[in-house]
Every structure is written in C-alpha cells, then in structure tokens.
C-alpha cells in the first residue's frame, strides 16, 4: 500500500485560513504581514513582521508533524496497524455533533463495511453534514476511541479528489481479492451426491461442496420450508439458500446451476393440509439443504 506523506499545521489561525474561512480579521492579518523567519518543522513558531516598517514581531506557536495519507476504508478495516500512528484521512462526513468546546465528526459506511470514523476537534470551524474534509490525528487504540487530537486540515474538493482516489485503489484491491477467493472456492469444493448430503448432513455441513442443481420452485417464502429455492439433486428434492454476496444473475424456475456452495443440513419440509382460513401440518419429511456461495448457469 503506498501511502503520501501530508505536513499538517496546528495553530491558531492556520487552520480557519486552511478551511477558507476568510473571514475579516484574517484579511486585516494577511494584508498587513508577511512571514519572515522560522520553519514549519521548528518549535518556538515563526515569526511575522508588519509590513509597515515597525520591527514588532509577533510569535505564533506551531506544532507539525508528519501525517501518512490512509484511505479511511483501509484504516477502518486494518485499526490495529495504524493504532498509534499520526494520519492524515479524507472523507465525507455524515453527521456533525456541536457541544460548543468541542466538535464531533461521524463519517459511517455501511455499502462496504459496518463502521464509522469519529473525530473530536476542539475547533469552532463549521462543519455541516455532508462536508467533504481532510483531518489529521493520531489513531486511537480502539476503534471507537476515533482519531484523537484530531484537527481539520482542509475541506472541500481537494479531500473529495482524494477519497475518490484513494476509492478506486480499493475497490481494485477488493475485486482482486474477491476474485482470488472465488478461485480458492471453487478449487476446493468436493463433488458430493444426494445420497451422501442425505446420509451424512452434519459431515457436510458449512463444508465447500458442488452440486448440479434443476430449480423447481423460487422464492417459496418459507411456507413449505424456509428456503429460498427448491430443486432436484439427481432428481430428488432439495432446498437451495442463496447466499452469494451478489445475487446475480437472478435465478428461475427451470434453470440448471452448478452450484459451488455448502452443505446446510437437514431441511424440514411441512405438509399442509387447509381447513378453512387455517391450514395445519400434516405431515412432514427431511430433505439436504445446499447454500450457494458462487454458481455457473447451464
């Protein structure tokens, strides 16, 4: 993973200039002095000259250190590596919490992982939902510790060219990986029969197996069994859970798949028998289940 290196700035007035809040008082500043001395990587700050020829000299505090540019996914999804590290992310945030001292920042995602971001500044920079920005931080020991003495870099199109960027190395990455998983899979599944998935369910069970599947009957909606799918395995009956991560091509009634799938035990089959409004078991029997993982339509 190859990461840039960002050089972020902590100090009053630096960062509202950064967000582009430009607000009058900054212009008066920005009008009126110039930087003379210091370096961003010395402490003790630099120092401003008034550009009217007085020698007063006004010392502004910096801290700086070196950030790693981590795409927000990858810091989600890999906490532990970064714990401890100074970062830099970029992100969309998606609700801004104002306690007046402080300020918390949730950045979700839920499309490619169950998490979030959070931030805490102590900024009075306003932040609404929906803002594109770039914080720095140092990653916390957990993950809902969040960044912690998190500040606010920039915000606007810049984090969101960087995201995109930094979205598309990812989503590179993950179909490479998926790719690579599907081929592990389908390698490793054993040609099973009926009668062994029948026999033998709990030997067969959460186990990679491959089946060549007639589907019957779609979307049964539980009322014969709580399937998705039934079939015929070599003729017989059978149930069929769709469990591939991207249910498609959709299946229907009449297709022949290879399924590349486990073995899901025993499934109960209920006989109804109706009288009047209600229906009632009447009887019922065991059939294999197969859960689909990756499947080839015939």
Same mark, same amino acid.
């Given at each position: 993973m190859d990461?840039?290196?960002?050089?972020?700035?902590?100090g009053g007035g630096v960062i509202g200039a950064a967000l582009g809040e430009d607000s009058e008082n900054n212009k008066n500043l920005d009008d009126n002095i110039?930087?003379?001395?210091?370096?961003?990587?010395? +402490?003790?700050g630099d120092s401003l000259e008034k550009t009217d020829g007085s020698s007063e000299k006004e010392d502004v505090s910096r801290e700086t250190a070196d950030y790693k540019n981590v795409f927000v996914l990858n810091l989600l999804e890999e906490w532990e590596k970064y714990s401890g590290d100074n970062v830099s992310v970029s992100f969309k945030t998606s609700y801004?919490? #104002?306690?007046?001292?402080?300020?918390?920042?949730?950045?979700? @995602? @839920?499309?490619?992982?169950?998490?979030?971001?959070?931030?805490?500044?102590? $900024?009075? $920079?306003?932040?609404? #939902?929906?803002?594109?920005?770039?914080?720095?931080?140092?990653? *916390?020991?957990?993950?809902? #510790?969040?960044?912690?003495?998190?500040?606010?870099?920039?915000?606007?199109?810049?984090?969101? +060219?960087?995201?995109?960027? *930094?979205?598309?190395k990812y989503d590179k990455k993950k179909k490479k990986e998926a790719e690579k998983k599907e081929n592990n899979f389908r390698k490793s599944a054993k040609e099973v029969s009926y009668e062994a998935l029948m026999r033998y369910p709990d030997t067969y069970k959460n186990k990679k197996? &491959? !089946? !060549?599947?007639?589907?019957?009957? !779609?979307?049964?909606?539980?009322?014969?069994?709580?399937?998705?799918m039934q079939g015929t395995l070599e003729g017989k009956e059978?149930?069929?859970?769709?469990?591939? $991560?991207?249910?498609?091509? &959709?299946?229907?009634?009449?297709?022949?798949?290879?399924?590349? *799938?486990?073995?899901?035990?025993?499934?109960?089959?209920?006989?109804?028998?109706?009288?009047?409004?209600?229906? +009632?078991?009447?009887?019922?029997?065991s059939?294999?289940?197969?859960?689909?993982?990756?499947?080839?339509?015939?």
């Open positions: 990461f840039g290196i960002s050089t972020c700035f902590l110039e930087m003379v001395s210091g370096s961003p990587g010395e +402490k003790g801004v919490y #104002d306690y007046g001292d402080r300020t918390r920042i949730d950045s979700e @995602y @839920y499309n490619e992982i169950s998490e979030k971001l959070s931030v805490e500044t102590k $900024e009075s $920079e306003k932040i609404s #939902d929906g803002d594109w920005i770039t914080v720095c931080g140092i990653v *916390g020991k957990e993950e809902y #510790d969040g960044l912690e003495n998190a500040f606010i870099e920039q915000t606007g199109k810049k984090p969101k +060219k960087e995201y995109e960027s *930094g979205k598309s197996i &491959k !089946v !060549v599947v007639n589907i019957t009957e !779609v979307e049964p909606n539980g009322i014969i069994f709580p399937g998705d059978a149930a069929i859970y769709d469990d591939r $991560e991207v249910k498609e091509p &959709k299946l229907a009634k009449g297709d022949t798949i290879t399924i590349y *799938g486990k073995g899901n035990g025993l499934t109960t089959v209920k006989i109804k028998q109706k009288s009047g409004i209600f229906s +009632k078991t009447v009887d019922k029997y059939i294999p289940g197969i859960s689909i993982k990756y499947m080839d339509l015939q």
